[in-house]
């Protein structure tokens, strides 16, 4: 059900007009209706045209300027009421500015009270509408003069409404959101909310999440215009009885939406443009921002000498990219500007080029919009940037476990890596490559967003927990392999070999023969050639069951200092297994 809210100021005939049209008096406070003066947001609905249309009407009273804001934030269509013998007024004037601002393109104007005056009076009235509206949204609205005493106009302002609602189209697809505008108990089911669903579906079951705050909660029942049922979507005015929350859990200004769809944020960039009347967004002032149905005090500092500004709220709110924002001067009581959300969790400094792509993206397709803020983080949490997206995810990237990464942002990581891992290469040219730990806390980044970087890079590549470029190959040079020979020639004369450390070889080439497997490394400081480990463990056979430390010694001419490690290592490797002081030979396993 599309919803149409109403704009005017006061006393022009809004809540008549609804009344006229719907049957149904939208006052719906005791002290509305003995003032004569909508206060608060009332609610009506009738068939138009064979289509079912709600109705927000707002107050017009410059005092309840936010109850009026709070209205026109869901609508699907804008009514804006001038009467004929008021002409435009103040608020007329600020409640166009917001339409405006919130880039309301359906709409239709009402020139109202045309019973109480003469044909030049009207036509005069709708020449000051036509001269006012002109460089808005508004210009392309028609202008019905319509009196709902009289009857005079409403079938006509009926078929305009109707070829309004026609052009819009709710987003049914997608996650639910539905600011809440009123909350209240009823006996025997508990706490309920209203709100126009703005996006998404919602039914009788399902858990939503209310912001801000986190909390969650299960839908028991569904009404909608007095009629319970299981499910609604977007453009229907519902009424939702939630299972568990209280009444301080909802107040006006919360958002009903599903689970992980949309950040809670204190900080927010933004684009802003001025309202009608002002030249440029004043630099001070006692801002509050209005988004949805909530209103919050607001700092604001203009970025580049652009349109572009960082606010700082005074406490969360739920925003995703691409909401729109009324800004208003309580100290000056004007609407000021009107603005969308670039990025819900802003870096502290943010360039030119990041605010013209997300800019940019706005008006296009949603996963081009979360494509932009991909771009723009290079490296974010999947969940935070779906949040900021509103619940879409893009279309590219990488992912690395909670991480996603852009494009551009693997391109450059793999640049830095292949960069330090080629010098890497010239320092130790004997070194399988440089460890993937080593790497990141040389990159300063997570080992996870290293690993899917080298799986993405066609010049890297990963062995054995190191990372070397994909043309690297450690190889020993033929003088290096002549000096192995002749080390190896000394070493295997007997098994009483030295410690590693006065062994005549380089450390490079010595680690780097026994990753090769040249040298086999049985204890911290002691190494075999592989023929030594190989004639070694032919001869365990010889020696007799339960053989000792002093036997093993005795029978291979080794050290105390070398036969214990030895064993050790042979007990690991599975070629002996130790019982008491002796041990035995056995299967390797």
Not at 336 to 342: A, E, Q, S, T
Not at 475 to 487: D, F, G, H, I
Not at 534 to 563: D, H
Request: with cysteine; proline share 5%; hydrophobic share 40%.
């Amino acid at each position: 059900m599309p919803i149409v809210g109403t704009a005017g100021h006061v006393d022009h005939g809004k809540s008549t007009l609804v009344q006229a049209l719907t049957g149904r008096d939208p006052d719906r406070w005791a002290e509305e209706k003995e003032r004569g003066l909508t206060i608060d947001l009332g609610f009506a609905w009738t068939e138009i045209e064979g289509i079912d249309v709600g109705f927000v009407d707002v107050p017009g009273h410059e005092r309840f300027i936010k109850n009026m804001l709070a209205g026109v934030g869901g609508i699907d269509c804008a009514l804006l009421v001038v009467a004929a013998d008021g002409g435009w007024m103040p608020q007329t004037e600020e409640h166009a500015a917001v339409l405006d601002l919130l880039d309301t393109r359906a709409g239709v104007i009402a020139l109202t009270r045309i019973d109480l005056v003469d044909d030049d009076t009207r036509e005069l009235a709708a020449l000051e509408i036509m001269e006012e509206t002109a460089g808005t949204v508004l210009a392309d609205w028609p202008i019905v003069p319509v009196s709902p005493i009289t009857g005079e106009g409403l079938d006509e302002l009926r078929a305009q409404l109707a070829t309004a609602l026609g052009r819009h189209k709710p987003l049914v697809a997608g996650p639910l959101r539905m600011w809440i505008d009123r909350s209240f108990t009823i006996s025997g089911a508990g706490v309920v909310v209203t709100g126009t669903v703005s996006g998404g579906r919602i039914a009788i079951g399902d858990e939503v999440a209310i912001l801000p705050g986190g909390r969650s909660d299960r839908v028991r029942g569904l009404h909608h215009h007095d009629h319970a049922v299981d499910e609604a979507s977007a453009g229907s005015r519902t009424a939702i009885n939630l299972q568990s929350s209280s009444l301080t859990d909802v107040p006006r200004g919360t958002l009903i939406c599903t689970p992980g769809t949309i950040a809670e944020t204190g900080r927010i960039l933004t684009t802003i443009e001025p309202a009608r009347g002002f030249d440029e967004i004043p630099p001070r002032g006692a801002f509050h921002v209005h988004l949805g149905t909530a209103h919050i005090p607001v700092q604001i500092r203009q970025l580049h000498d652009s349109n572009a500004y960082m606010l700082t709220l005074s406490d969360v709110l739920p925003v995703a990219i691409g909401d729109r924002f009324i800004l208003r001067d309580t100290g000056r009581r004007a609407v000021v500007g009107g603005g969308r959300v670039l990025d819900p969790r802003p870096a502290d400094r943010v360039s030119m080029e990041t605010i013209e792509l997300l800019a940019g993206s706005l008006d296009r397709p949603v996963r081009d919009v979360a494509d932009a803020l991909l771009t723009v983080r290079g490296i974010t949490r999947a969940d935070d940037l779906a949040e900021a997206a509103g619940g879409v995810a893009p279309s590219c990237g990488t992912r690395a476990g909670p991480l996603i990464i852009s494009e551009a942002a693997i391109a450059d990581i793999a640049l830095r890596i292949t960069d330090i891992v080629g010098r890497y290469h010239d320092a130790h040219p004997l070194r399988p490559g440089m460890a993937k730990p080593e790497v990141a806390t040389r990159i300063g980044l997570d080992l996870a967003v290293i690993e899917a970087t080298v799986r993405e890079s066609e010049s890297l590549r990963e062995s054995n927990g190191s990372i070397h470029l994909v043309d690297f190959v450690n190889a020993l040079t033929p003088q290096q392999e002549s000096t192995w020979e002749r080390v190896r020639s000394d070493l295997e004369a007997s098994y009483d070999v030295p410690r590693m450390g006065v062994i005549d070889l380089d450390s490079e080439l010595l680690h780097a023969l026994v990753r090769r497997g040249d040298l086999i490394q049985v204890a911290p400081d002691l190494v075999f050639t592989q023929r030594q480990v190989n004639s070694l463990t032919q001869r365990l056979g010889e020696l007799p069951e339960g053989f000792t430390v002093s036997q093993f010694k005795e029978a291979f001419g080794m050290t105390r200092r070398q036969a214990i490690p030895t064993l050790e290592w042979l007990d690991k490797s599975g070629w002996t297994r130790r019982s008491g002081d002796g041990r035995s030979l056995r299967r390797r396993t």
